[in-house]
């Protein structure tokens, strides 16, 4: 009997690490690209800003380059250090993000930088930055 629990023991955690691991690597893929959206944001700005200097603004956008990336940095540890894992566990850890990446698409938009979700640059016009897989992933209970 004792033997039959301890391999229904094994049993049950190796299932769970099969559970945990596909929603963590999914999870992480969605940081990993997150993380790309937040430096092609920061170039953007960059350029933008050397061809049209405005400091405080500049200030504004880096700084909420830089409260997403902490908020990103967050939800990758909170995931990383998770025994067990849900969508709504990556969920939950991945909302702080949510709202600094939209104050943040919010600010370049208003700024000029880029072209809001869904619009075409046109040759010479705006870039659009692609959407942050956070937005969309995740974002509700499966």
């Known amino acids: ?20 691991k596909p929603i963590l ?5 969605v940081v990993s690209h997150d ?7 920061q170039a953007l700005a960059d350029t933008f800003f050397i061809a049209s200097p405005n400091p405080a603004r500049q200030a504004q956008v880096n700084t909420a380059i830089v409260r997403a990336r902490l908020a990103l940095a967050a939800a990758t540890k909170a995931l990383r250090g998770a025994d067990a894992l849900t969508d709504r566990d990556v ?19 208003n700024t000029g930088i880029v072209q809001k979700e869904g619009q075409f640059a046109a040759a010479g016009g705006k870039p659009v930055l692609p959407p942050a897989l956070a937005l969309e992933r995740f974002s509700t209970k499966r």
Do not use: I, P
């Open 1 to 20: 009997m004792k033997k039959l629990v301890q391999v229904a023991l094994v049993l049950a955690a190796v299932a769970g690490c099969a559970e945990l």
């Open 25 to 29: 690597a999914d999870a992480l893929a």
């Open 35 to 41: 993380s790309e959206v937040l430096s092609t944001a």
């Open 91 to 109: 969920n939950n850890a991945l909302n702080e993000f949510r709202g600094a990446y939209f104050d943040l698409l919010t600010l370049l938009q």
